[in-house]
């Protein structure tokens, strides 16, 4: 979901709005230049891209990282943008957890990691 935002008070400003229904996210770090939400799936071990810009591809989603498998990748819990100059909508900081609810493929909970990802 997404709600506008009045820019002085922070409160709503219209009603919220469904951008998608298809996983369950984790957390997300938002490019508003882009026009694009990316999301962790804890469980599924991805990292979509979720289309926010309104049109026939709003609230279409495509996996970035993680399809196929890999276990670079297992359990990302959140995401943020790097704070170096350019960094925002380019380089994203994702922590995992090793796989703590959802230990794949052999049952193993890997170390925690916090990964570099270029777009």
Same mark, same amino acid.
């Given at each position: ?7 002085? /008070?922070?409160?709503? @400003? $219209?009603?919220?709005?469904?951008? /998608?229904?298809? &996983? &369950? ?20 071990? /991805? ?11 709003? $609230?279409? /989603? ?9 276990? &670079? ?5 959140? @995401? ?5 100059? $350019?960094?925002? $909508? ?13 230990? &794949? ?15």
């Amino acid at each position: 979901m997404r709600v506008a935002v009045d820019s002085r /008070t922070h409160d709503p @400003a $219209g009603e919220p709005e469904l951008v /998608t229904r298809r &996983m &369950m996210w984790d957390d997300i770090c938002i490019d508003e230049a882009g026009g694009f939400a990316y999301a962790t799936t804890h469980r599924q071990n /991805t990292l979509e891209r979720i289309a926010l810009t309104p049109g026939e591809n709003f $609230g279409k /989603t495509r996996c970035v990282v993680g399809e196929p498998f890999t276990e &670079m990748l297992l359990g990302p819990t959140s @995401a943020a943008w790097g704070r170096a100059p $350019g960094d925002y $909508g380019r380089v994203a900081y994702v922590a995992s957890d090793g796989g703590i609810k959802a230990p &794949m493929p052999d049952g193993v909970v890997r170390r925690a990691k916090v990964w570099r990802v270029e777009f």
